[in-house]
């Protein structure tokens, strides 16, 4: 099966930009607030690229190792 | 783009994506983003992950992961510096030593959960070669350790050994005599030659700022500092009524003009001060009284009380709890990780909401803001927060 990286099927529920350095409390990322409504889609989508990419990569490397 | 792009794999079990109810997480390390997808998503990249009840993913579902994403341990609690507002209720006669057999049987707990974040954080009587030597073990495990210090005993030498953590931030809660205002001491001082130290030894350096009534006016001159110092990550706390919290918490908690005008003003100047900002969990109210839509904020990850489901808290007698603001509930220990039923309170909390929480239309992102804040005020664990504008304008109509 060929998997693209462009896929529209499935939907990245959320992306959770940064990681929490605090140790009492779980925080967000609220930068993105600041750009337009749009941008939520925007950010979605790149996450959802990113993980296909990165699936795709790993599928490959291991039909290779096959 | 391999070296742009670095995912990190689920601890415990090495494979890239963790499997949830919802579908499936996949932490990413670079650049550093936690993404969750739902079931058709996994299929059309050929991946079938089965879980014993599969939930279709909505933004009116609340989104409980299989294992939270992160811990927040509590290591020790002696600490001389007596900050006025420690959550932890810190003791200065405590060496601050770390059992560290023990606390390496949670983190190896945690990654056999396939938890992907600890934050790891203590008493500053703690050596930091024992926060360290813990942070080795987590990288061993495959968890990812970030470290939050006030840096009363950084040196050069320390700092350079640091690196082991993904990030590092340190307390600093204003400019000046604003940070005071929130410890009741001055240590503004050597918290800025703490930061300088950090930024010279570690890559990933920002900053924790606990905001309360005395230094919610007064975050411009931080910002203004941290741009100063080329310092662009700072994560925003809500001062919390626990431990000494508790005690001052009527005269430390924001007024209600503060609460409402909070995130425009605070994202107004992270735009001015080109910061990037973070706001923890108990912010959620304010957010969402912002105006943003629910589905906006959902996809963005924003989360109000996630204790139990996210996260998870241990403190240094080995405790277990949703929330580190949060003893109180139950008597489970770090042994009960991973066990079901520890955390119903938390993650039952939106089935037995009150109003104006029960019709609101952020209840699955806001989960009824932090309900530490509630309980000390109305005494109990399942009213609304008091400090959340939307209820507020409720009380106010009824």
Redesign the interface.
């Given at each position: 099966?060929r998997?693209s990286i462009f896929?529209k099927?499935?939907?990245?529920?959320?992306?959770?930009?940064?990681?929490?350095?605090?140790?009492?409390?779980?925080?967000?990322?609220?930068?993105?607030?600041?750009a337009s409504?749009a941008f939520?889609?925007l950010?979605?989508l790149f996450?959802?690229t990113?993980?296909?990419?990165?699936?795709?990569?790993?599928?490959g490397k291991n039909d290779n190792r096959a | 783009m391999g070296r742009l792009i670095e995912i990190q794999p689920v601890p415990g079990s090495g494979k890239l994506v963790r499997a949830e109810p919802f579908g499936g997480t996949l932490a990413f390390r670079r650049p550093e983003m936690v993404v969750l997808v739902d079931h058709d998503f996994l299929s059309s990249v050929g991946l079938r992950m089965g879980t014993d009840k599969p939930q279709a993913a909505g933004p009116d579902l609340l989104l409980d992961p299989v294992a939270p994403f992160e811990a927040h341990l509590t290591v020790a609690h002696g600490c001389d510096a007596g900050c006025r507002g420690c959550y932890i209720d810190s003791d200065a006669q405590d060496p601050g030593q770390v059992d560290l057999e023990l606390w390496r049987g949670v983190l190896a707990k945690l990654a056999e959960l396939g938890v992907y974040h600890v934050a790891l954080g203590a008493g500053e009587s703690t050596p930091l070669e024992s926060l360290i030597a813990l942070a080795h073990t987590a990288r061993d495990l495959g968890l990812t350790p970030n470290l939050s210090t006030a840096g009363r005993h950084l040196t050069p030498r320390l700092a350079r050994k640091l690196s082991v953590f993904g990030r590092v931030h340190l307390s600093l809660d204003g400019a000046a005599g604003a940070a005071g205002s929130v410890r009741g001491r001055d240590d503004f001082s050597s918290s800025l030659m703490a930061l300088e130290i950090l930024r010279a030894y570690h890559d990933r350096v920002g900053v924790n700022c606990v905001v309360a009534r005395t230094n919610c006016d007064e975050l411009e001159p931080l910002f203004r500092l941290l741009a100063g110092h080329k310092v662009r990550n700072v994560e925003l706390l809500r001062f919390k009524p626990a431990g000494r919290g508790a005690r001052i918490f009527d005269q430390m908690a924001m007024t209600a003009e503060q609460g409402e005008s909070f995130i425009g003003r605070v994202l107004r100047l992270g735009r001015r001060y080109r910061l990037r900002l973070r706001l923890d969990c108990s912010f959620t109210p304010m957010v969402c009284a912002a105006g943003i839509s629910p589905k906006r904020l959902s996809r963005l990850g924003l989360a109000g009380c996630v204790g139990g489901s996210w996260l998870v808290s241990v403190d240094w007698r080995g405790r277990l709890s949703g929330c580190s603001f949060d003893y109180e509930n139950g008597r489970a220990s770090y042994r009960d990780l991973g066990r079901s039923g520890v955390f119903d309170h938390y993650l039952n909390w939106t089935k037995q909401a009150p109003e104006p929480c029960a019709s609101c239309d952020y209840l699955s992102i806001c989960r009824g803001g932090c309900h530490v804040v509630a309980r000390h005020v109305s005494g109990s664990f399942f009213a609304a927060d008091p400090g959340c504008p939307l209820v507020k304008k409720w009380q106010g109509r009824s």
């Open positions: 099966m998997l896929s099927r499935g939907k990245v529920i959320s992306v959770r930009p940064g990681s929490n350095p605090n140790s009492s409390s779980l925080g967000v990322d609220v930068t993105w607030l600041l409504g939520a889609g950010l979605t996450g959802g990113l993980v296909r990419w990165a699936l795709r990569r790993r599928k | -």
